[in-house]
């Protein structure tokens, strides 16, 4: 049911009707003004718009129309990302196929936003899941094997038996797939990879171009590159002609190392414990902590081999372990043992009652190792570790890698811990990869005329069947030599159609290139990107790698490819996250229908900043409801009146007229600084309550043309300042004021410097507590000054009396004390 009040259904309706038909917020990009390219994360066209996708939405569009009032040229584009799995869920329990369901709800999501009044270009809208656009992933996907960027290879996967697909370790929730929650177990593939790694370190060291990112993202993603300078040390193994190579970030701590650990998965770990009596023990324990991988939450626990490693700095004979808390991704998967030094190894040893020896002594107290209730991590003087005793560590870590290069039983090294993109997946609904089998040629890449390979469409996912089991898609011939060939059949991880689609959008309907060359140089970078933190790490990674890459390929010139960053928080409602599972849903469908878009969008703006969590309130939505009810009242109110008027001379001589045009430019000059300044929608809107209540209070005298004038101008800046967030009630506002354009072809409204400037406030002064006088000064006059006016003006009556003191209280009164 809608709200009884302003009619807001027939306004929306209208100025949405409006805005299509004049195409608005069409991008013409001409070029002539400066450009902006405001971006919203696209979503996932999973059914319908939840309370999330509407605030992401309302902080881009609110900066989207004022910088376009602003005067910049605009583009804000809106789009799908159409291709994943909860489409072939849906195929799985209704039998409707991935494609049918994604675009009706593509359709019916359009609709929803539409109703929203977001002032997108709906010309370049793009869905992921169209030919137009994975076409360009399987062009993009060669050019990137051209330069060594994607191999292939066998990989211990996740895999997820009840998704029956091959998970990303981002996927892996706590060893638990992060859409279904069962166990994740490992298993090997042939599988395609990105070459990220390759681009580590510009991926670190081209941060310096994020000029407004949070701190706090750019350290997540630091840490996920991980890049760690350290040592990698050799360790033979005894009647063995194999070699450990650990990974050390403290090879200072070397002559401390009692034993060495080996991850369950290291590849040699079989070999080793062949024969030994503890062979099937170990092998569980191995089975068992192959599939919990998290690292921080679980109890170390270890197992050993059987064999023994050599210290290659002392010759020491030290057992081989295994250990659950050894990451095989990491560095060698094998870790030397100081437990003097680590505390994880001092855990270890503990627990398993293994040496360990003081090498490192503190600079502060006298240490030793049978005393030591903790490891000792921090920097002190070596000991016990031969020619190096009473190097301090930092040195030593230096002098102790340069000899075991010259010894030749270590080196340096940096270590990272990103790993290559794995991008095949083995589903249905997602890009194919573009290579084909040849038993002649072996690896072929589908030529680029061929492309796209089309996804076949007829499919049965209720079977089970994916494209492995569609032998029409599967039998080919080879583009080299024509024998009988096969295709792949991975299809690619949705992540890679959305590391480049804010590029696509710029033009989107290019045919021999995925980005045209000078419009994206001049569109690129984007200026604010708004989004969830969730997508800190990967999403921004991967569309930052992308854009390197192409840059490389020398399809645009831009090496990032989001200026600006904005994480907006979540909604709550009732002090949890709004979500279908807590079933504290609140459907925008609902506040739309009942309020209108509007208020729901003055609503999420107003009760919080973007960057903090919301918490849903039924109060707040209905106090919005009533704020704008109240501005249609006034300006519908004296609607007639200000029709009629035309700019006058103003000689502002009323203090209230003074009083109110002070109020509005100053109004003007807050909601301008908070929008600019960290978006801060909140206060803006806050401000510009205050100015309505300012004007409710206001007596229009109706025969002045002062009086009108003053009273106009307010109004026409509550309706310009509410304009990005509440546009249809301004739009509707704006012409009830006799305007003849559009309110979003205006130019932002700037202030007027002589209107904000205080007057001058009235100040009692005493002579010894008792009033004698007042004086008129400017509100922002320097005390010293008032101090001074003050005494000229009691002079005469102070006469010959000594003035012992002058006591000022500010913006109050003067006392001066004579005796
Ligand atoms: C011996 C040592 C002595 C270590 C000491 C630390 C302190 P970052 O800084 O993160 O690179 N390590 C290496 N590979 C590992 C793996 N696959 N799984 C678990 N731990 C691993 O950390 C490097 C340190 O983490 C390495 O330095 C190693 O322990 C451990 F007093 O080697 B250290
Ligand atoms: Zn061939």
Redesign the pocket.
């Known amino acids: 049911m809608n709200k009884e009040g302003y009619p807001f259904v027939e306004i929306e309706r209208k100025w949405q009707k409006f805005w299509e038909e004049n195409q608005i917020f069409k991008t013409i990009s001409s070029k002539k003004k400066p450009k902006y390219y405001c971006l919203e994360m696209f979503p996932y066209p999973s059914g319908k718009i939840h309370m999330g996708h509407v605030r992401n939405y309302a902080i881009g569009d609110v900066i989207a129309r004022f910088k376009r009032m602003q005067g910049y040229e605009i583009l804000h584009p809106m789009g799908w990302d159409a291709f994943g799995l909860p489409a072939e869920n849906a195929a799985l329990e209704k039998g409707v196929h991935p494609a049918k369901w994604t675009l009706q709800n593509i359709e019916y999501m359009r609709g929803q936003l539409k109703k929203l009044g977001f002032s997108y270009d709906w010309n370049r809208e793009i869905a992921t899941c169209s030919q137009d656009y994975y076409k360009w992933n399987q062009w993009l996907f060669l050019k990137f094997y051209e330069k060594g960027l994607v191999y292939k290879k066998e990989a211990e996967v996740n895999w997820c038996e009840k998704c029956q697909t091959v998970l990303a370790n981002e996927q892996v929730e706590k060893g638990l797939c992060w859409r279904c929650s069962s166990v994740v177990k490992s298993k090997k593939l042939d599988q395609w990879f990105f070459k990220i790694t390759d681009y580590a370190d510009r991926l670190l060291e081209e941060q310096n171009l994020l000029e407004n990112w949070p701190q706090r993202v750019l350290t997540m993603q630091t840490n996920w590159i991980g890049k760690s300078f350290g040592t990698e040390i050799d360790f033979k193994i005894v009647g063995s002609a194999e070699i450990i190579k650990v990974f050390t970030t403290r090879p200072d701590t070397i002559f401390g190392a009692t034993y060495v650990v080996l991850a369950p998965e290291y590849p040699l770990v079989e070999k080793l414990i062949k024969d030994m009596p503890q062979e099937n023990k170990i092998k569980e324990f191995i089975e068992f902590h192959k599939t919990r991988k998290e690292l921080e939450d679980i109890e170390k626990q270890g197992i050993f081999t059987g064999q023994y490693a050599i210290n290659p700095v002392n010759n020491e004979k030290i057992p081989i372990w295994i250990g659950n808390y050894v990451l095989m991704e990491y560095g060698t998967g094998a870790i030397m043992c100081v437990p003097a030094h680590d505390q994880r190894d001092f855990e270890f040893a503990m627990k398993y009652d293994l040496p360990r020896r003081l090498v490192i002594q503190s600079p502060d107290e006298k240490l030793t190792a049978e005393t030591m209730t903790c490891a000792f991590e921090e920097e002190g003087y070596l000991v016990n570790s031969a020619q190096f005793d009473n190097m301090p560590c930092k040195q030593a870590i230096d002098a102790i890698s340069v000899w075991m290069e010259k010894e030749n039983i270590g080196r340096k090294t940096i270590n990272y811990r990103l790993k290559d993109w794995l991008v095949s997946r083995q589903r249905y609904w997602g890009t194919p990869i573009p290579i084909i089998y040849?038993q002649?040629?072996g690896k072929?890449k589908v030529p680029y005329e061929q492309l796209p390979v089309q996804l076949p469409e007829r499919v049965d996912i209720q079977k089970g069947e994916t494209l492995a089991d569609i032998s029409e898609f599967i039998n080919t011939t080879?583009p080299?030599?024509g024998?009988k060939?096969y295709r792949e059949t991975d299809t690619m991880d949705t992540f890679v159609d959305s590391s480049w689609y804010f590029a696509r959008y710029i033009s989107p309907k290019t045919e021999n290139t995925p980005v045209d060359f000078n419009e994206a140089n001049y569109w690129l970078p984007v200026d604010q990107y708004i989004g969830g933190i969730e997508h800190a790490i990967l999403h921004l990674l991967y569309a930052r790698f992308f854009t390197k890459v192409m840059a490389d390929l020398e399809l645009f010139d831009v090496k990032e490819p989001f200026k600006n960053l904005l994480t907006q928080g979540m909604v709550i409602k009732d002090g949890a996250k709004m979500s279908k599972s807590k079933g504290n849903v609140v459907d925008p469908n609902d506040i739309i229908t009942k309020y209108g878009a509007d208020t729901v969008r003055l609503f999420i703006l107003f009760a919080a900043p973007p960057e903090k969590d919301l918490e849903w309130s039924d109060k707040g939505i209905e106090g919005c409801w009533r704020f704008l009810n109240r501005v249609y009242r006034i300006v519908q109110q004296y609607a007639e009146k200000m029709k009629r008027i035309q700019d006058v001379e103003c000689r502002m001589q009323n203090a209230e007229d003074k009083k109110l045009y002070s109020f509005t430019h100053k109004t003007i000059k807050r909601v301008t600084e908070d929008i600019e300044n960290e978006f801060h929608f909140n206060t803006a809107i806050a401000a510009v309550m205050e100015l309505v209540n300012e004007i409710y209070k206001y007596r229009l005298r109706e025969d002045d043309e002062n009086s009108l004038f003053v009273l106009n101008k307010a109004l026409e800046a509550v309706v310009f300042l509410l304009s990005p967030m509440a546009p249809h009630l301004a739009e509707e506002l704006w012409q009830l004021l006799g305007k003849k354009t559009s309110i979003f072809n205006q130019m932002w409204l700037k202030y007027d410097p002589e209107a904000i400037k205080e007057q001058e406030i009235t100040i009692p002064i005493q002579i010894n507590g008792k009033l004698k006088a007042t004086i008129s000064v400017a509100v922002d006059c320097p005390e010293e000054e008032i101090k001074n006016l003050a005494i000229k003006e009691i002079e005469n009556k102070i006469k010959d009396k000594q003035v012992k003191k002058v006591i000022l209280v500010p913006k109050k009164l003067v006392n001066v004390v004579v005796g």
Do not use: I
């Open positions: 040849c002649n040629c072929v080879c080299n030599c024998n060939a």
